[in-house]
């Protein structure tokens, strides 16, 4: 490798997974790209060689146990580490892509933490370097103004700490990690609550309209975009 970045190749039809995937990737450091199917995958495998592939068992062209199958027959392709992602209760999968060779796995709904160790455990045992960038889990937004921390799961408006709840933490966190991303409703609740939860629109006005209040002064980072849902706006950032 030219650097200290992992490359890892996320297949994975589904466009909100895939880029929920790519943009914890890259914030663990890793060099992330993603593409829809199968065949392409196979194509840009062989071309590219990435150190890791986080393969979606469930593809519109091509399985992910066939592009396993075929990955492991591959010469030049059979030591590269796979990741299977699978439906919530496929053991059935699970066991057929263990069997065929891949490294590990993870069930959907997951969590982005998990997903991003195992990536890192299989990594390591690939012997592949991949220096982790400063944690990012701290986000300071706004020229300092506001600062988001998820590990100590505080957040700081102009200096002060101010309580949150974890719904409407874990809304400000999902926001502000992409500013300028318009986020829907349905988007938000899945973050927070995870893609089976089913609540109303008006139960994610309420939580946004409680989190301006105590925000304060900075309401307004949290816009309204209408007719589609909600976004941080756009402005100066950096993790530390």
């Not at 990741?83 to 065929?100: F, N, P, Q, R, W």
């Not at 400000?172 to 986020?183: D, E, I, K, M, N």
């Amino acid at each position: 490798m030219s650097d200290a970045k992992a490359q890892v190749l996320i297949v994975e039809d589904e466009p909100e997974i895939a880029e929920l995937i790519e943009f914890h990737a890259a914030r663990a450091g890793m060099r992330a790209r993603k593409v829809h199917s199968g065949r392409i995958a196979i194509d840009v495998i062989k071309r590219e060689k990435p150190d890791l592939i986080v393969l979606d068992l469930m593809l519109p062209d091509l399985d992910g146990l066939e592009v396993c199958r075929k990955l492991k027959q591959g010469e030049d392709t059979r030591s590269i580490p796979i990741v299977m992602v699978t439906a919530k209760g496929e053991e059935s999968d699970v066991v057929a892509g263990i069997e065929l060779g891949a490294d590990d796995y993870v069930t959907k709904p997951f969590s982005p933490r998990v997903l991003m160790a195992r990536l890192r455990n299989v990594l390591r045992r690939a012997g592949v370097a991949n220096e982790p960038p400063p944690t990012t889990d701290r986000m300071v937004l706004l020229d300092g103004r506001l600062v988001v921390d998820l590990d100590r799961h505080e957040v700081m408006v102009a200096g002060k700490k101010i309580e949150l709840t974890l719904t409407e933490f874990g809304i400000l966190h999902y926001l502000a990690s992409r500013p300028g991303f318009v986020r829907t409703r349905d988007q938000i609740i899945g973050s927070v609550h995870g893609k089976n939860t089913v609540l109303s629109s008006r139960t994610v006005d309420v939580h946004i309209t409680a989190l301006r209040r105590k925000l304060g002064a900075m309401a307004d980072c949290v816009e309204t975009v209408r007719g589609v849902g909600y976004r941080f706006s756009e402005g100066a950032t950096e993790a530390d």
